[in-house]
């Protein structure tokens, strides 16, 4: 090969490079059950033309100043565990979904992981080990089981903020233990501050933006709304040269939907369907064909299709209800 056509070839690798991935990833977020699941549970995914799914196995903390991380126990359910993990990833690698290893945090109650910090020094250092022996313990196993991404963690601002150097350490170790790619789910509000975007493949948001304070929002509502947020998305992305991945997007079928997309109040239960699919269908025409778009995870995905969501159902899930068709049909584009 002359010298003219190795530029020409080096020149075309460059150029996809900058581009990144040639398909968007159209993930869904599958919800950790009770038992084990089979082709059943993983063939509506390949009917929505989904390509990835985001498994996701939980540790536990008491409350936000508590050191502690319990994980992988038997009192926990099958698929939030190490085992179900296997498993999970086994049945849906044989239906060729790609997998992202997404462990995260429960603070009992409820209450929000992003307020996770510590009284003092020594119970610092003890949830550093801690986070440390649960999140390198996934990934060791996000190597085994091949898993396309991993995700560090999700929408811990306190416990980055305060101890940045620990963080720093933390993907260093993470690195020599999995060589796939790597991201870290920060919360709508945080993704602008977070400190090792560098040292991540994707920057990676929780896209719980509000978009439009209407109780039934529009398409036209919505996709001013996401101006402003688009534009700061964007800037940051071409500042690291990173695409976006929205690790986690979706909203609840209520009333006010776009409102504040992250309020999972238990007293909002007027169903609304058409508010749902107009901020859904506002989030895809709004990012969908951007190049530093990645692509993204809807939240969330029940393993038993057939009797999740519906038209009376007010939670995130898109089963059977009319904004799922529209995810087939955008996920059904490359």
Known sequence: MNAFKLLIVFLLLSFQSCKGQTEKIK????VASRESITHTHTNPLVAINANYAAIMPFGFIRDLSHPEILFNTNRQWFGETEAGVKQYSKVLSDQKIKVMLKPQIWVWHG????????????HWKQL?????????????????INADIFCIGTELEQFIMNRPDYWKHLIVEIKKRYDGKLTYAANWDEFKRVPFWDAMDYIGVDAYFPVSDSRTPSLEACLEGWKQHKSEISNLSRKYGKLVLFTEFGYRSVDYAAKEPWNSDRGMTQVNLVGQRNATQALFEAFWEEDWFAG???????????????????????????????????????
């Open 296 to 334: 993204g995870f809807v939240w969330k995905w029940h393993h038993n299709h057939e009797t999740a969501g519906g038209d009376n159902n007010t939670q995130f899930t898109p089963q059977n209800k009319p904004v799922e068709a529209l995810i087939k049909s955008y996920f059904s584009k490359s």
């Open 128 to 144: 550093e080990d801690s986070y440390s022996k649960f999140i390198l313990s996934y990934a060791e196993l996000a190597k085994q």
């Open 27 to 30: 993930g869904i977020s599958f």
């Open 111 to 122: 209450l929000f992981t992003g307020n996770i910090a510590m009284k003092g020094e020594e």
